[in-house]
């Protein structure tokens, strides 16, 4: 069960576009369209931003989108904002039926 | 409005126990699966466990299987996590957090998502 796999930090300014990289196995990611994006503000709750590799629950911007090839899911930030500044994980369904997050990207707003 | 409030953490010395519980309310808590999460101070977030809407399925990350075990208590709306043979790795904040999935005609959605999280609770495992 090792972690997936993320870049430590990812920076833009506001109004730009970022994308996170998210890289698994194909026994988890690339095996699954079970791929989730969590956002997590220190001290806070973490929040569910996408789902099912695309999907976002309601009342998340859709400034934000996820996406997949192969064993690498992204999650891509259009108009980047200030508050879009946390770290960001993602999260995999696995072949065992056990869950595995990512390693975690911390993502600044310039 | 859905709440999940953890509680029982605290300061344990190694080897030790310390059972964590998860008070839910604003859902119907008997009808969904149930995870906990930890974050260990500067580290990332680490899937502990996942139990069943009626305790059938439980399973474990293999960082704990053997040592934590995951429960519920569906008349009163609870979710529990026993930690024994304490390490200082396992200090972390401990988060409970709700499972997404769902089903429809056969096809299953979120599954392996946490849609609703507590706020945590430390555990500190130290002499």
């Known amino acids: 069960q090792s972690a997936l796999t993320q870049p430590a930090s990812v920076s833009g300014s506001p109004g730009q576009s970022i994308t996170i990289s998210c890289t698994g196995t194909?026994?988890?990611?690339?095996?699954?369209?079970?791929v989730s994006w969590y956002q997590h503000h220190p001290g806070k709750a973490p929040k569910l931003m996408i789902f099912?590799?695309?999907n976002r629950p309601s009342g998340v911007s859709n400034r934000f989108s996820g996406s997949k090839s192969g064993n690498t899911a992204s999650l891509t930030i259009s108009g980047l904002q200030a508050e879009d500044e946390a770290d960001y994980y993602c999260s995999s369904y696995t072949r065992s039926s056990t869950r595995v997050f990512g390693t975690g990207t911390k993502v600044t707003v310039l | 409005e859905v709440q999940l409030v953890e509680s029982g953490g605290g300061l344990v010395q190694p080897g030790g126990s310390l059972r964590l519980s998860c008070a839910a309310s604003g859902f119907t808590f008997s009808s969904y699966r149930m995870n906990w999460v930890r974050q260990a101070p500067g580290k990332g977030l680490e899937w502990l466990s996942y139990i069943s809407s009626s305790s059938s399925t439980i399973y474990y990350a293999d960082s704990v299987k053997g040592r934590f075990t995951i429960s519920r208590d569906n008349a009163k709306n609870s979710l529990y996590l026993q930690l024994s043979s304490l390490r200082a790795e396992d200090t972390a904040v401990y988060y409970c957090?709700?499972?997404?999935?769902?089903?429809?005609?056969?096809?299953?959605?979120?599954?392996?998502?946490?849609?609703?999280w507590g706020q945590g609770t430390l555990v500190t495992v130290s002499s």
């Open positions: 957090a709700r499972d997404l999935e769902f089903c429809s005609s056969a096809t299953c959605y979120g599954r392996g998502s946490f849609d609703y």
């Open positions: 194909s026994s988890d990611v690339g095996g699954y369209d079970y």
């Open positions: 099912d590799v695309r």
